[in-house]
């Protein structure tokens, strides 16, 4: 069964800075694309981020670019979000996902973890 | 960046009526548009992969067509478990962007 768990949220202060880390299982976690989708509290989805296999290409949204960082190593079958210089707009829920395998050039997001909270308050 | 504008908001319908949910983009993204249901509390599921492939497990009632700008999502027949909120998606260009959703509520 494919799994993705995602850690690492909790309360930060603006400007502060929180690594999430996802955690994946039942599948071989190298061949696919990787991405981070938010969701503010009582709001629609919106992509953050996506890696793809071995890290060979990774993409932003606009929002977040020079501040979040993602990566992947594929030896612990993790994904990860480095956040820096948080704003309260990046408050939101925090689901990792994976995207097809194989050549794709872009993603679509399945499965989905269960997401992790990040709220950004002093 | 392509803007999807997920259209009506709401649809308010009954168990076994057919629902149709639009998704129109600001561009063309060719046959590069996802559909996904989110139930309160849970993470979003993906039903629909580049507009008309139902992804692994989703029941045959739910079906996607559409290209270019203008798609769409039916549920031949609604089921208690399908009232949701739905969202679509495209990956014909980065940014990726998510449209503002679809809420099927029972009427």
């Known amino acids: 069964e494919v799994q993705l768990v995602e850690s690492g949220g909790g309360l930060v202060q603006p400007g502060g800075s929180l690594r999430l880390s996802c955690a994946a299982s039942?599948?071989?976690?190298?061949?696919?694309?990787m991405s981070w989708v938010r969701q503010a509290p009582g709001k629609g989805l919106e992509w953050v981020a996506s890696?793809?296999?071995?890290?060979?290409?990774?993409y932003y949204v606009d929002s977040v670019k020079g501040r979040f960082t993602i990566t992947r190593d594929d030896a612990k079958n993790s994904l990860y979000v480095q956040m820096n210089n948080l704003r309260a707009e990046d408050t939101a829920v925090y689901y990792c996902?994976?995207?097809?395998?194989?050549?794709?050039?872009?993603?679509?997001?399945?499965?989905w973890g269960q997401g992790t909270l990040v709220t950004v308050s002093s | 960046e392509i803007v999807l504008t997920q259209s009506p908001a709401t649809l308010s319908l009954s168990p076994g009526e057919r629902a149709t949910l639009s998704c129109r983009a600001s561009?063309?993204?060719?046959?590069?548009l996802a559909w996904y249901q989110q139930k309160p509390g849970q993470a979003p599921r993906l039903l629909i992969y580049d507009a008309s492939n139902r992804a692994t497990g989703v029941p045959a009632r739910f079906s996607g067509s559409g290209s270019g700008t203008d798609f769409t999502l039916t549920i031949s027949s609604l089921e208690a478990e399908d009232f949701a909120v739905y969202y679509c998606?495209?990956?014909?260009?980065?940014?990726?962007?998510f449209g503002g959703g679809t809420e099927v509520e029972i009427k």
């Open positions: 561009q063309s993204v060719g046959s590069y």
């Open positions: 996902a994976r995207g097809p395998g194989g050549g794709y050039g872009t993603t679509w997001f399945d499965p």
């Open positions: 039942g599948f071989t976690f190298s061949n696919y694309w």
């Open positions: 890696i793809k296999q071995r890290g060979s290409e990774n």
């Open positions: 998606q495209q990956r014909g260009n980065w940014p990726l962007t």
